[in-house]
């Protein structure tokens, strides 16, 4: 591979690479606001400039101050260039910390922030704000004017998602170019020049798409917040961990950002992976994090008769285990589901098969909703193949179950997570079963759903954020998911309850660790299949 | 490396003893009579009656916390949280809101819905002050926090906080603010601005 030299150091390129990207690859981070690893180079920001002292130096012709005859002298400069729109060649000897450039980097600094209301108390981008790092390593100077500096509008709101605030924009275009590049939606534009100079919508628009969101994340300053974000948490009381997206079945890698005081998750963001998602990702994926805090079941339920009383989660294990073992064998029905991990379907499929010889697993998850051709997949469930990959046999539409409860082969059943494809009327004879009737329909789920209210007995566990776990993809891909809070109350993730109720009944498969359950479960996945793959009809 | 403490040598006088407390004594009687009998101009006396008569802190004194007031009573605090993550002690809890639509400061501006000092917590080191970008707290108060038998009575709010004025008895700063609309402050819309 080619090499050229940035400050000294060799940096390997591929044909087409421009310098900052290259250096990017490596993890050396040129200064840079307008330039974007996915988006394309509008070198406007001025911020990368490089010297190039190989090939023909460009030089400017200057006056400079000569100390021992106190005049100026003419003299030259080296001309810098910018490092996102400079090609990288063989051998070419760039320098980002030299004398010039270092200079560069901070007039065009104090520039950018000569109008800036430098009002970071109130901005939601500060202790993450390009503005703030780069004034601390190339700055690091009082401001100089001492003028009113020029105000422009705040707060306007540009859509559903989004408010821009003027003064704070540098004009980096980063946002248009998500827009007419990633979003494939023109909606955004520049108005105005010079100090006037600001983002606008088009007219009769509103910032609506499915990828507003995204504008805000690319925004290396505070210009434009999210409306859901705004003035919720403070950036670095924060701590990210590693999740993937539970909204489709693309399995976007996300970074959770959640503040470790309070145990709650305040937003997702994407993390950057070329397999999948590159850098991005769409507004309902990045709203998923609200299902980790809201309709949570945090207690056990159970119904009886038309009633149902809220018990502990212990009592409700107590509960399942009662119900499950008096049922003949065979005649336990399972729904897997879609919308837990891999390692929560596969203790659930083993544990049915090896305690209750259950043959009948049937497959439950959100309904298809509306994709698109950049990221969202037709199929809302993170984790369908997955959920197929541990049920050999196959599994069945969960509109069949009805059926088959109809014809008393099924007394009862047990399922996981609380979404169905179904209405409440097609899930009517699962809702008849237990209670003061005969059966029993055993619900291990972390929210309120169809299921959850069709369930007999309800038992807590843990959610996507409070559980580690593995989702595999419409493509096949095993992506894993670390904790990022902890549970309430001591509730565990549906696996380690599983074997809970497995234990009341004399059922000791050996998985008491994460760890465990990984390596007992099939290590190759089958390739997913067309059908697997495929969005339910 | 051990120090070496010089101790002053004793004289005669200090080695018998009697002569220095002699002296010692007469300096008390001396005082006893001047505070007893001389004009209240002269009287020497060091101690304050305490609690009928209280001497004042001095200027720099970190005394109970308060939140200052804008001109027109809301406080001046705009929840950046800055005095909380500063705090060694974490005492400071902030919840922040946002303006109603109708207020001139919505869409941009912040304000403490919750604002809450555990005085007990609190270790009176004045970071909070240093950190506050908005001058919105301040430990000028010139009083310390009051005693009680209840550990809830330290808690306190930020209507309490706000209801404490500053050695000058004001509830403000001497530090001006800008608010929008002000001929100070040009302006939040295009039409208001100065271009």
């Given at each position: 591979m080619p090499t050229f030299k940035l400050d000294g150091q060799e940096i390997p390129f591929e044909p087409g690479d421009t310098i900052i990207r290259a250096a990017w690859r490596q993890g050396i981070e040129i200064p840079h606001y307008c330039w974007h690893p996915g988006l394309s180079v509008a070198a406007n920001c001025r911020m990368c400039l490089v010297e190039v002292r190989s090939g023909r130096v460009m030089a400017l012709p200057i006056l400079k101050w000569d100390e021992k005859k106190k005049e100026y002298l003419p003299s030259t400069k080296p001309k810098l260039q910018p490092a996102c729109q400079l090609a990288a060649q063989e051998d070419m000897e760039v320098f980002a910390a030299s004398e010039q450039a270092l200079k560069a980097q901070e007039t065009t600094q104090e520039f950018l922030l000569l109008n800036h209301p430098v009002d970071c108390p109130i901005c939601d981008q500060a202790g993450e704000c390009k503005l703030q790092d780069y004034w601390l390593t190339s700055q690091k100077k009082l401001k100089r004017k001492r003028t009113e500096p020029v105000h422009k509008p705040k707060g306007v709101v540009f859509g559903p998602t989004i408010v821009y605030d003027a003064e704070r924009c540098i004009m980096c275009t980063r946002c248009i170019r998500f827009c007419d590049e990633v979003a494939k939606d023109p909606v955004l534009d520049m108005r105005e020049r010079g100090n006037t100079n600001e983002i606008t919508v088009s007219p009769g628009r509103e910032l609506d798409n499915d990828y507003t969101l995204m504008t805000e994340h690319v925004c290396p300053v505070g210009a434009l917040t999210s409306k859901d974000f705004r003035f919720k948490a403070r950036v670095w009381f924060l701590k990210s961990s590693p999740g993937v997206c539970t909204g489709c079945a693309t399995g976007c890698n996300t970074w959770v950002d959640h503040d470790p005081r309070y145990q709650r998750v305040y937003r997702l963001r994407p993390r950057d992976n070329e397999d999948v998602n590159k850098f991005w990702m769409c507004d309902?994926?990045?709203?998923?994090?609200?299902?980790?805090?809201?309709?949570?079941?945090?207690?056990?339920?159970?119904?009886?008769?038309?009633?149902?009383?809220?018990?502990?989660?212990?009592?409700?294990?107590?509960?399942?285990?009662?119900?499950?073992?008096?049922?003949?064998?065979?005649?336990?029905?399972?729904?897997?589901?879609?919308?837990?991990?891999?390692?929560?379907?596969?203790?659930?499929?083993?544990?049915?098969?090896?305690?209750?010889?259950?043959?009948?697993?049937?497959?439950?998850?959100?309904?298809?909703?509306?994709?698109?051709?950049?990221?969202?997949?037709?199929?809302?469930?993170?984790?369908?193949?997955?959920?197929?990959?541990?049920?050999?046999?196959?599994?069945?539409?969960?509109?069949?179950?009805?059926?088959?409860?109809?014809?008393g082969e099924v007394t009862a059943v047990i399922s996981l997570g609380a979404f169905a494809d179904l209405n409440e009327s097609e899930l009517a004879p699962l809702a008849n079963l237990g209670g003061a009737g005969a059966g029993a329909h055993v619900n291990l789920t972390s929210e309120a759903g169809p299921l959850t209210s069709a369930a007999s007995i309800v038992v807590p566990v843990a959610s996507v954020a409070e559980s580690s776990g593995t989702f595999v993809n419409a493509k096949g891909l095993a992506q894993q998911f670390k904790k990022a809070v902890t549970a309430p109350g001591g509730i565990q993730p549906a696996w380690a309850t599983l074997v809970e109720i497995g234990h009341l009944l004399g059922w000791n498969p050996g998985l008491a660790l994460l760890g465990d359950v990984r390596s007992a479960m099939p290590k190759a996945l089958p390739a997913p299949s067309e059908e697997a793959a495929a969005p339910p009809a | 490396m051990a120090y070496k403490i010089h101790k002053p040598a004793r004289t005669l006088s200090d080695q018998a003893y009697f002569p220095e407390v002699a002296k010692g004594l007469a300096i008390t009687v001396r005082r006893f009579f001047k505070n007893t009998f001389s004009k209240e101009e002269n009287k020497v006396i060091a101690t304050v009656q305490y609690p009928d008569e209280v001497r004042d802190y001095p200027e720099r004194f970190r005394g109970v916390h308060r939140l200052t007031h804008r001109t027109d009573g809301s406080p001046r605090c705009v929840a950046c949280l800055c005095c909380s993550t500063a705090c060694p002690a974490q005492c400071i809890y902030i919840e922040p809101a946002e303006y109603e639509p109708d207020d001139a400061r919505y869409g941009f501006e912040r304000f403490p819905k919750v604002f809450v000092i555990d005085e007990l917590r609190c270790i009176f080191c004045g970071y909070c002050v240093e950190a506050c970008p908005c001058d919105a707290i301040r430990m000028d108060t010139g009083v310390h926090v009051p005693a009680s038998h209840e550990r809830a009575h330290f808690i306190f709010d930020k209507e309490t906080l706000m209801s404490i004025p500053g050695k000058d008895g004001s509830y403000v700063t001497q530090n001006p603010r800008h608010e929008p609309g002000d001929p100070s402050h040009p302006g939040v819309t295009r039409e208001a601005g100065h271009h």
């Amino acid at each position: 591979m080619p090499t050229f030299k940035l400050d000294g150091q060799e940096i390997p390129f591929e044909p087409g690479d421009t310098i900052i990207r290259a250096a990017w690859r490596q993890g050396i981070e040129i200064p840079h606001y307008c330039w974007h690893p996915g988006l394309s180079v509008a070198a406007n920001c001025r911020m990368c400039l490089v010297e190039v002292r190989s090939g023909r130096v460009m030089a400017l012709p200057i006056l400079k101050w000569d100390e021992k005859k106190k005049e100026y002298l003419p003299s030259t400069k080296p001309k810098l260039q910018p490092a996102c729109q400079l090609a990288a060649q063989e051998d070419m000897e760039v320098f980002a910390a030299s004398e010039q450039a270092l200079k560069a980097q901070e007039t065009t600094q104090e520039f950018l922030l000569l109008n800036h209301p430098v009002d970071c108390p109130i901005c939601d981008q500060a202790g993450e704000c390009k503005l703030q790092d780069y004034w601390l390593t190339s700055q690091k100077k009082l401001k100089r004017k001492r003028t009113e500096p020029v105000h422009k509008p705040k707060g306007v709101v540009f859509g559903p998602t989004i408010v821009y605030d003027a003064e704070r924009c540098i004009m980096c275009t980063r946002c248009i170019r998500f827009c007419d590049e990633v979003a494939k939606d023109p909606v955004l534009d520049m108005r105005e020049r010079g100090n006037t100079n600001e983002i606008t919508v088009s007219p009769g628009r509103e910032l609506d798409n499915d990828y507003t969101l995204m504008t805000e994340h690319v925004c290396p300053v505070g210009a434009l917040t999210s409306k859901d974000f705004r003035f919720k948490a403070r950036v670095w009381f924060l701590k990210s961990s590693p999740g993937v997206c539970t909204g489709c079945a693309t399995g976007c890698n996300t970074w959770v950002d959640h503040d470790p005081r309070y145990q709650r998750v305040y937003r997702l963001r994407p993390r950057d992976n070329e397999d999948v998602n590159k850098f991005w990702m769409c507004d309902d994926g990045m709203m998923t994090y609200k299902r980790f805090h809201e309709d949570r079941v945090v207690a056990g339920r159970l119904r009886d008769g038309g009633r149902v009383s809220e018990v502990s989660r212990v009592d409700a294990i107590d509960a399942a285990a009662a119900a499950l073992g008096g049922v003949p064998k065979g005649q336990v029905a399972v729904v897997v589901s879609a919308q837990h991990s891999s390692e929560d379907n596969y203790v659930l499929a083993r544990m049915a098969r090896e305690l209750f010889g259950a043959e009948r697993f049937y497959l439950a998850g959100k309904p298809a909703w509306r994709g698109d051709d950049i990221l969202r997949n037709a199929d809302a469930n993170p984790n369908r193949a997955g959920a197929l990959a541990v049920t050999p046999g196959g599994a069945d539409a969960l509109s069949k179950l009805a059926a088959d409860l109809d014809s008393g082969e099924v007394t009862a059943v047990i399922s996981l997570g609380a979404f169905a494809d179904l209405n409440e009327s097609e899930l009517a004879p699962l809702a008849n079963l237990g209670g003061a009737g005969a059966g029993a329909h055993v619900n291990l789920t972390s929210e309120a759903g169809p299921l959850t209210s069709a369930a007999s007995i309800v038992v807590p566990v843990a959610s996507v954020a409070e559980s580690s776990g593995t989702f595999v993809n419409a493509k096949g891909l095993a992506q894993q998911f670390k904790k990022a809070v902890t549970a309430p109350g001591g509730i565990q993730p549906a696996w380690a309850t599983l074997v809970e109720i497995g234990h009341l009944l004399g059922w000791n498969p050996g998985l008491a660790l994460l760890g465990d359950v990984r390596s007992a479960m099939p290590k190759a996945l089958p390739a997913p299949s067309e059908e697997a793959a495929a969005p339910p009809a | 490396m051990a120090y070496k403490i010089h101790k002053p040598a004793r004289t005669l006088s200090d080695q018998a003893y009697f002569p220095e407390v002699a002296k010692g004594l007469a300096i008390t009687v001396r005082r006893f009579f001047k505070n007893t009998f001389s004009k209240e101009e002269n009287k020497v006396i060091a101690t304050v009656q305490y609690p009928d008569e209280v001497r004042d802190y001095p200027e720099r004194f970190r005394g109970v916390h308060r939140l200052t007031h804008r001109t027109d009573g809301s406080p001046r605090c705009v929840a950046c949280l800055c005095c909380s993550t500063a705090c060694p002690a974490q005492c400071i809890y902030i919840e922040p809101a946002e303006y109603e639509p109708d207020d001139a400061r919505y869409g941009f501006e912040r304000f403490p819905k919750v604002f809450v000092i555990d005085e007990l917590r609190c270790i009176f080191c004045g970071y909070c002050v240093e950190a506050c970008p908005c001058d919105a707290i301040r430990m000028d108060t010139g009083v310390h926090v009051p005693a009680s038998h209840e550990r809830a009575h330290f808690i306190f709010d930020k209507e309490t906080l706000m209801s404490i004025p500053g050695k000058d008895g004001s509830y403000v700063t001497q530090n001006p603010r800008h608010e929008p609309g002000d001929p100070s402050h040009p302006g939040v819309t295009r039409e208001a601005g100065h271009h």
